[in-house]
C-alpha cells in the first residue's frame, strides 16, 4: 500500500480546512482570467516583497496579496487593496488572520 508524503503537524498553526468546509470560496475568482491578468500586471510593476523591504531585506514578491481579505469585504480588483509579497510572507500574514490576530499592510 502506497502512503503520501508524512505530514508534518505544527500545532501552532491551526488546521486549514479542505475547500468544500470553507465559509467563503474564492476560487472562481481567483481562477478567473480578469485576476491572472490583473495579478500579473501587478507583480511586473511592483516586483518585490513589500513586508522584506520593510525589514531590510530584498525578496522577489511572487504573491498579490489582497491587505483586506476579500472575505472580509476588501475590495477584488483594486490595485489600492493589493500589496506585492513573498510567498513566506503571505503565508505568515494568512496564518495570524486565520488565527484572529490580523494580517500586515
Keep these: 500500500m502506497a502512503q503520501g508524503p508524512k505530514r508534518i503537524r505544527r500545532s501552532w498553526i491551526p488546521e486549514r480546512k479542505p475547500f468544500e ?17 490583473l495579478r500579473k500586471r501587478f507583480l511586473d510593476a511592483n516586483p518585490l516583497c513589500a513586508e522584506c523591504e ?19 469585504g476588501g475590495a477584488e480588483l483594486d490595485d489600492k487593496n493589493l500589496q506585492p509579497l513573498c510567498k513566506r510572507c503571505h503565508d505568515s500574514k494568512s496564518a495570524r488572520e486565520r488565527s484572529g490576530r490580523g494580517g500586515m499592510g
Design 21 to 37: 468546509q470553507r465559509a467563503v470560496d474564492n476560487s472562481r475568482f481567483y481562477n478567473s482570467r480578469t485576476w491572472r491578468n
Design 54 to 72: 520593510r525589514n531590510g531585506e530584498v525578496r522577489q514578491a511572487t504573491v498579490a496579496d489582497h491587505i483586506i481579505p476579500i472575505s472580509r
